[in-house]
C-alpha cells in the first residue's frame, strides 16, 4: 500500500505528460483539441487505483491464508 501512495503521484505526472503529448500530435492547422485536466480528474483515478490495490491485497491475503505453513516449509526446490 505505501508503494501505491508514493507511485500514484508519480503516475499523475507522467499521465499528465502523456496527455499533453498526444494532443500535441494530433493538433494540426485543421484543428485544436484543448487540453484540460480536472482536479476531481486527479482524485477519481487514485481512488480506482486505491481500490484496485486494496482488492489485490485482500486476495493475496486469502491465498496466503489457505496456505499449510508446514508442508509449504518442508518441500524442496
Same mark, same amino acid.
Given at each position: 500500500? =505505501? =508503494?501505491t =501512495? !508514493?507511485?500514484i503521484p508519480v503516475g499523475w505526472v /507522467?499521465? %499528465?505528460g502523456f496527455g499533453w503529448l498526444l494532443i500535441q500530435a494530433?493538433?494540426?492547422d485543421l %484543428?485544436? @483539441?484543448p487540453f484540460v485536466i480536472e482536479r476531481a480528474t486527479?482524485?477519481?483515478?487514485? =481512488? @480506482? !487505483?486505491l481500490l484496485?490495490?486494496?482488492a489485490s491485497a485482500l /486476495? @493475496?491475503?486469502r491465498r496466503v491464508d489457505g496456505l499449510d505453513l508446514v508442508a509449504v516449509l518442508k518441500t524442496r526446490d
Open positions: 500500500m =505505501l =508503494l =501512495l !508514493v507511485a /507522467i499521465g %499528465y494530433f493538433s494540426s %484543428y485544436r @483539441v486527479y482524485a477519481k483515478a487514485a =481512488l @480506482v !487505483v484496485a490495490t486494496a /486476495i @493475496v491475503r
